[in-house]
């Protein structure tokens, strides 16, 4: 069983000059998911040459996350962030911006809504990892009634592949990423690290 976590963040909902702290979880309703583990697909190897700025802000906003559990870093992956481009649109365009069903995707995800406000790739990974704070490692638990699943999905050691991609939609200044990774993380009962 494999769960997946969901952020959205609203300026709407914010004090204006405390809009960072205004982060709404969206709860269980969209959170756990049941997946078959699948079979371990070899990565492809990183394309050589310089990534793209955003590309490369969201592998190092990761990577640091990583190492600061001594966790090996992600490698960028132009194939996922292709997939992820691709949802992030479809989502933009059929489904009015909302959160992707990712409950049959074979690659782990994280997704963010942000709203009334522009979040850069750094800011964004930054939102996941603040779920930090309500994981234990000692016993692989979170805090009663928070979720801990997109900061253990950035952590997830046997994750060797990332790809992400955001579209901005119309409606009030929306902006919804996703971040794939491969291979998938957060088997429920097991340690990220
Ligand atoms: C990703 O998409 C770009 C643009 O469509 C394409 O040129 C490239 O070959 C794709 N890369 C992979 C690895 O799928
Ligand atoms: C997501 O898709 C799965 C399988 O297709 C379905 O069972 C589930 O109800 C969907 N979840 C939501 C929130 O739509
Ligand atoms: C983490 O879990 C361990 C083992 O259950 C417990 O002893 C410890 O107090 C917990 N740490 C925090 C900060 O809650």
Same mark, same amino acid.
């Given at each position: #069983? %494999?769960?997946?976590?969901?952020? %959205?963040?609203?300026?709407? =909902? ?13 709860? !269980? ?10 079979? $371990? ?17 969201? =592998? ?5 996350? %990583? !190492?600061?559990?001594? $966790? ?7 194939? =996922? !962030?292709?997939?992820?481009?691709? =949802? $992030? %649109?479809?989502?933009?365009?059929? #489904? ?15 997704? #963010? ?5 522009? #979040?850069?790739?750094?800011?964004? $990974? ?15 638990? @979170?805090?009663?009634?928070?979720? @801990? ?15 992400? !991609?955001?579209?901005? @939609? ?8 996703? @971040? ?14």
């Amino acid at each position: #069983m %494999r769960a997946t976590f969901f952020h %959205r963040v609203s300026e709407a =909902l914010a004090m204006p000059q405390l809009a960072f702290l205004c982060l709404i979880l969206l709860a !269980a309703s969209h959170g756990a998911v049941q997946a078959i583990r699948p079979a $371990v697909t070899t990565p492809s190897p990183t394309p050589t040459g310089i990534l793209p700025a955003a590309s490369q802000e969201y =592998l190092d906003a990761h990577n640091e996350a %990583r !190492a600061e559990v001594g $966790v090996g870093p992600l490698r960028w992956s132009q194939a =996922l !962030a292709n997939q992820s481009s691709r =949802l $992030v %649109r479809y989502q933009r365009d059929k #489904m009015a911006c909302e959160f992707a069903n990712l409950s049959n995707s074979k690659y782990g995800g994280n997704q #963010m809504i942000a709203t009334g406000q522009v #979040m850069s790739p750094r800011a964004i $990974v930054e939102d996941w990892v603040e779920e930090k704070r309500f994981y234990n490692h000692t016993d692989n638990s @979170c805090a009663p009634n928070k979720q @801990c699943g997109a900061y253990t999905q950035v952590v997830w050691k046997t994750s060797m592949e990332l790809g992400c !991609a955001q579209a901005t @939609c119309v409606k009030s200044k929306t902006s919804l990423t996703i @971040c794939f990774y491969n291979p998938p993380g957060n088997f429920v009962g097991e340690s990220p690290y």
